[in-house]
T-cell receptor, first 115, second 113 residues
Framework: ETGVTQTPRHLVMGMTNKKSLKCEQH?????MYWYKQSAKKPLELMFV???????ENNSVPSRFSPECPNSSHLFLHLHTLQPEDSALYLC??????????????FGPGTRLTVL | AQSVTQLGSHVSVSEGALVLLRCNYS??????LFWYVQYPNQGLQLLLK??????LVKGINGFEAEFKKSETSFHLTKPSAHMSDAAEYFC???????????FGQGTRLTINP
């Protein structure tokens, strides 16, 4: 595997389910990101992890719970979601801040549908 | 604070015509600028980036962009559109030491045969 991978690519869940999205990067990066992309809305940054520590949480509801066990893996745990949470969830990675610029590499996304 | 404005949420051109996608930024410090492309049901792919070297930047698939500080712009161009260029394009800004990118709202490019 190369680049940034995400599984599953598609997920349908009910509002009472618990599921997890997985992201893995094979680029030797140490910063990882979750974004939400909804139809007709700009990309929304949800969480940022740098060196496995959460450095940003953009007022995301607690029904979304991120986990970064190491610099290569990032999870987004989902529980009691709402239909408006249906979206494409994108993961990205980059070299840690302190370098001159922040070029992010994106995975293909997980298309989530909440019924 | 940094921000990005993409003029036109939807641009339509004929195959073979010039493609021009507009991006203006606001930044209180020297910016780093990026263009990403997103094909249907895929993630974002980097097209090109400006990192304070040459102001005219060439990217993949024949695209290029010019950084114009006086106009706070970083417009994306391609001389001749191809059907495969149909996609959503995002402009983004960052600055030295920043942990995140600030994205524009995106421009959907349609190519007419």
């Amino acid at each position: 595997e190369t680049g940034v991978t995400q599984t599953p690519r598609h997920l349908v869940m009910g509002m009472t389910n618990k599921k997890s999205l997985k992201c893995e990067q094979h680029l030797g990066h140490n910063a990882m990101y979750w974004y939400k992309q909804s139809a007709k809305k700009p990309l929304e940054l949800m969480f940022v992890y740098s060196l496995e520590e959460r450095v940003e949480n953009n007022s995301v509801p607690s029904r979304f719970s991120p986990e970064c066990p190491n610099s290569s893996h990032l999870f987004l745990h989902l529980h009691t979601l709402q239909p408006e949470d249906s979206a494409l969830y994108l993961c990205a990675s980059s070299r840690e801040s302190g370098v001159s610029y922040n070029e992010q590499f994106f995975g293909p996304g997980t298309r989530l549908t909440v019924l | 604070a940094q921000s990005v404005t993409q003029l036109g949420s939807h641009v339509s051109v004929s195959e073979g015509a010039l493609v021009l996608l507009r991006c203006n930024y606001s930044s209180s410090v020297p910016p780093y600028l990026f263009w990403y492309v997103q094909y249907p049901n895929q993630g974002l792919q980097l097209l090109l980036k400006y990192t304070s070297a040459a102001t005219l930047v060439k990217g993949i698939n024949g695209f290029e962009a010019e950084f114009k500080k006086s106009e706070t712009s970083f417009h994306l161009t391609k001389p001749s559109a191809h059907m495969s260029d149909a996609a959503e394009y995002f402009c983004a800004v960052s600055f030295q030491g920043a942990q995140k990118l600030v994205f524009g709202q995106g421009t959907r490019l349609t190519i007419n045969p």
